[in-house]
């Protein structure tokens, strides 16, 4: 369910819950969490599923069991819009809060997390502008290169396409790890994507089967 990758000289391992551990750190990287995405469709009239915001605090509470961890990271869009500011999904983070009161959380201001407004003060989450600069890391949300930082980064939602015999083909959630640039798969349940390429300075490891596998 780990794959170790070495950048800028930091161990960090692509968890196949779509999200980074940096062990020395004991910092969890989560981008485009999208908390809410499901309830805010659901104010415009939409027919979307429930339960979305559960699923995702569900998955985060096992990286949290299997990790130790004193910090998590939300690399932007933690909420997806102003309909994000439900009573039941507000509810549901603040429960989960709770039961994690020693966790520090920081949130990178992402372009809907500007539409959705700051999350509530009550879940006492640091709200910063990109980037932030962690060790030898930029984290950011927009994918954009920094003068001297490596750039950990969300918003892309990235996906890649595995092609079998005839038409059939498997698109799956990814890591992208390039030069300068890399990016974060969308950790919430309830997105899209946005299909990217491997070449000589991009390394895809894509999320399938509860494990993480390097392509070539």
Not at 94 to 101: I, P
Request: glycine content about 10%.
């Amino acid at each position: 369910m780990v794959c170790e990758v070495v950048l800028e000289g930091e161990t960090l391992w692509l968890l196949a819950d779509k999200a980074v551990y940096w062990p020395a750190r004991q910092c969890l990287l989560i981008a485009d969490a999208h908390f809410g995405k499901a309830s805010a469709y659901r104010s415009l009239g939409q027919p979307v599923p429930q339960g979305t915001t559960t699923a995702n605090l569900e998955r985060l509470d096992r990286l949290l069991s299997r990790h130790a961890c004193e910090q998590v990271v939300f690399l932007g869009d933690f909420l997806h819009g102003p309909g994000s500011h439900a009573v039941g999904t507000l509810s549901a983070l603040r429960a989960w809060r709770e039961r994690n009161t020693e966790l520090s959380l920081t949130l990178i201001r992402g372009n809907h997390d500007k539409r959705a407004g700051d999350p509530p003060a009550d879940l006492k989450m640091e709200v910063v502008t990109e980037p932030l600069l962690m060790g030898p890391f930029a984290l950011q949300h927009e994918p954009d290169a920094h003068p001297s930082h490596h750039v950990l980064a969300g918003h892309v939602h990235p996906v890649y396409r595995l092609r079998g015999k005839g038409r059939q083909s498997l698109r799956l959630p990814c890591f992208q790890i390039g030069a300068h640039v890399s990016l974060l798969p969308a950790f919430g349940v309830f997105t899209g994507g946005h299909a990217v390429v491997q070449d000589d300075d991009r390394r895809i490891y894509v999320i399938g089967d509860h494990e993480v596998w390097p392509l070539g």
